[in-house]
């Protein structure tokens, strides 16, 4: 069974960066897709970034395309979310999600159709 835990989340001002993570326990050995999800209130939850762990396929919103950076580090079995220039819209709570690795090739309205393991998420605040 995998573990997601997400960290890193936190208060920054506009034009500010800050950098998630997603520790994975319990790992296949399977190559898997590992999405970045995040959910502001009162809105629907919105697929960001996905990439596989073998890192052959990326993809991101194209809301944060330019601006965000996803990395995989398969030694300490962490995923990366590198927030660069945030807006206000950015704010979230921001979750990290695991399933088979073909789902990264997919619309991101699809992603969470595949995932099968969820972390429980860490809030990101942008604002002045």
């Known amino acids: 069974q995998l573990q997601l835990v997400e960290s890193g989340g936190g208060l920054v001002q506009p034009g500010g960066s800050l950098r998630l993570s997603c520790a994975v326990s319990g790992s296949s050995s399977d190559v898997l897709a590992i999405t970045w999800f995040r959910q502001a209130a009162g809105k629907e939850r919105e697929g960001v970034s996905c990439?596989?762990?073998?890192?052959?396929?990326?993809n991101y919103a194209d809301s944060v395309k330019g601006r965000f950076t996803v990395s995989v580090n398969n030694v300490s079995n962490t995923v990366y979310l590198e927030m660069n220039d945030l807006k206000p819209d950015d704010t979230g709570i921001y979750s990290c999600a695991a399933g088979q690795s073909h789902w990264c090739k997919f619309d991101k309205l699809l992603w969470a159709y595949g995932m099968n393991h969820w972390g429980k998420g860490t809030p990101v605040t942008v604002s002045s």
């Open positions: 990439i596989t762990t073998s890192a052959d396929k990326i």
